[in-house]
């Protein structure tokens, strides 16, 4: 209960909270869900539905979050094709969600970020056809990069990330009426729609709150926004960045508790 008597508010979008306030509030924290961000699926499936026909071209399939393996997945299942890829995904809550479809990622790296699956894939890729299932906006280092190996990559868009309505209204009145003792962002576009809804800097809202992100692409992003970032566990984790909240929050410099 390394958490109590703190209250902790937290950006992610409502449908992937659970997780995250459970192990909050199991280490004794009162949690404040204001949601940046909603996860959509495309308007149109006719481009993954034309990769699915294909699935039997392709030597590996990828993945880097756990609504690219559910939105995917659930196509899968509803055209009724068989997928017996390798697949290499990054983090081990995406690794749990595949298994969940009866699916064991052949790569998992240990860096939870795309860098980290360039580095577990081979260097020579020539003849290589990869399908990576992914978010509208996304990085675009990891298709490049297998590109620049001699793969040929089909990124195709399976779920869209939309700012939630009055998310700025939300966050400031919550600011006013509670004490929030950690802002926690589990991705970058929980910084950009949360930004871009407020009327005025993030940064001059949220003065002397820390602030927690769950690795360093979303640290990033929060500082390109002027953020200062204080804390961010070494794996990008839920486990690890409710355990860095709490010692960030819980440890006094005097390397007590408090």
Same mark, same amino acid.
């Given at each position: 209960m390394?958490?109590?008597?703190?209250?902790i508010?937290?950006?992610?979008?409502?449908?992937?909270?659970?997780?995250?306030?459970?192990?909050?509030?199991?280490?004794?924290?009162?949690?404040?869900?204001?949601?940046?961000?909603?996860?959509?699926?495309?308007?149109?499936w006719s481009?993954?539905?034309?990769?699915?026909?294909?699935?039997g071209?392709?030597q590996?399939?990828?993945?880097?979050?756990?609504?690219?393996?559910?939105?995917?997945?659930?196509?899968?299942?509803?055209?009724?094709?068989?997928?017996?890829?390798? #697949?290499a995904?990054? *983090?081990?809550? =995406?690794?749990k969600?595949? /298994?969940?479809?009866? @699916?064991?990622?052949? %790569?998992? +790296?240990?860096?939870?970020r795309?860098?980290?699956?360039?580095?577990?894939?081979p260097?020579?890729?020539?003849?290589s056809?990869i399908?990576?299932?992914r978010?509208?906006t996304?990085?675009?280092l990891?298709?490049?990069?297998?590109?620049?190996?001699g793969?040929?990559?089909?990124?195709v868009?399976?779920?869209?990330?939309?700012?939630?309505s009055?998310?700025?209204?939300?966050f400031?009145?919550?600011?006013?009426?509670?004490?929030?003792d950690?802002?926690?962002?589990?991705?970058?576009?929980?910084?950009?729609?949360?930004?871009?809804?407020l009327?005025?800097?993030?940064?001059?809202?949220?003065?002397?709150i820390p #602030?927690?992100?769950? *690795?360093?692409? =979303?640290?990033?992003?929060? /500082?390109?926004?002027? @953020?200062?970032?204080? %804390?961010? +566990?070494?794996?990008?984790?839920?486990?690890?960045?409710?355990?860095?909240?709490?010692?960030?929050?819980?440890?006094?410099?005097?390397?007590g508790?408090?």
């Amino acid at each position: 209960m390394g958490l109590k008597s703190k209250t902790i508010l937290i950006t992610r979008a409502s449908v992937q909270s659970g997780a995250l306030r459970s192990r909050l509030e199991g280490a004794g924290a009162r949690v404040i869900e204001c949601p940046a961000i909603e996860i959509v699926p495309v308007d149109d499936w006719s481009a993954v539905d034309d990769a699915i026909q294909r699935l039997g071209t392709y030597q590996w399939l990828l993945f880097t979050s756990t609504n690219a393996v559910d939105h995917f997945m659930r196509r899968v299942e509803h055209l009724g094709v068989r997928c017996d890829l390798k #697949v290499a995904v990054v *983090g081990k809550s =995406t690794a749990k969600r595949l /298994e969940g479809w009866r @699916l064991k990622p052949a %790569i998992i +790296p240990s860096e939870f970020r795309a860098e980290g699956l360039l580095r577990a894939l081979p260097l020579e890729l020539s003849g290589s056809s990869i399908l990576f299932p992914r978010a509208a906006t996304a990085r675009d280092l990891l298709p490049a990069e297998l590109r620049q190996r001699g793969a040929r990559v089909d990124v195709v868009t399976v779920y869209r990330t939309l700012g939630t309505s009055a998310v700025g209204d939300r966050f400031k009145e919550a600011l006013i009426s509670e004490a929030i003792d950690c802002i926690v962002f589990t991705s970058p576009s929980t910084v950009h729609y949360l930004s871009e809804a407020l009327d005025v800097p993030l940064p001059s809202l949220i003065k002397g709150i820390p #602030v927690a992100a769950i *690795g360093p692409i =979303t640290k990033q992003a929060a /500082e390109a926004c002027g @953020l200062s970032v204080g %804390i961010v +566990p070494d794996q990008s984790t839920i486990d690890d960045l409710v355990g860095a909240i709490e010692k960030a929050l819980c440890e006094d410099p005097r390397g007590g508790k408090t």
